[in-house]
């Protein structure tokens, strides 16, 4: 069974940067699509970012970014440590939220899929709170 930790959220100035991991308990990481997303408080649950089963630090693989975060995040996966990661910089008020990785059902796709229902398991969450 694939079990997903999430840490690394806080509470961080506007502009400032943090780095999500989400760390899995089951070597079944390495052949599985990745992805993070995030809730805040009175919104519903929307994508983040998604990289395919075949990336991870020396291998591009196919990564997606949300429009709302592309050129601030970067998402990123190290098979060796099955360990997923997302780099935040220069981050908003509006990055506030809850930030949930997740691990899609089938396993190696190359699809980055922006779509909650590919993914089958997912972690408990980390809070980023960005302070104006």
């Known amino acids: 069974q694939v079990q997903l930790v999430e840490s690394g959220g806080g509470v961080v100035q506007s502009g400032g940067s943090l780095r999500l991991s989400c760390a899995a308990s089951?070597?079944?990481?390495?052949?599985?699509?990745m992805a993070w997303f995030r809730q805040a408080i009175g919104k519903e649950r929307e994508f983040v970012a998604a990289i395919s089963w075949n990336g991870d630090l020396l291998n591009q693989g196919v990564r997606n970014h949300a429009a709302a975060v592309k050129g601030r995040s970067t998402i990123a996966k190290d098979n060796q440590k099955n360990t997923l990661y997302l780099q935040m910089n220069n981050l908003k008020p509006e990055d506030t939220a809850v930030y949930y990785c997740?691990?899609?059902?089938?396993?190696?796709?190359?699809?980055?899929?922006?779509?909650?229902?590919?993914?089958?398991?997912w972690g408990q969450g980390t809070q980023v709170t960005v302070d104006s």
């Open positions: 089951s070597a079944t990481f390495s052949g599985r699509a």
């Open positions: 997740a691990a899609m059902s089938r396993k190696y796709s190359f699809d980055g899929s922006r779509e909650a229902t590919e993914y089958s398991v």
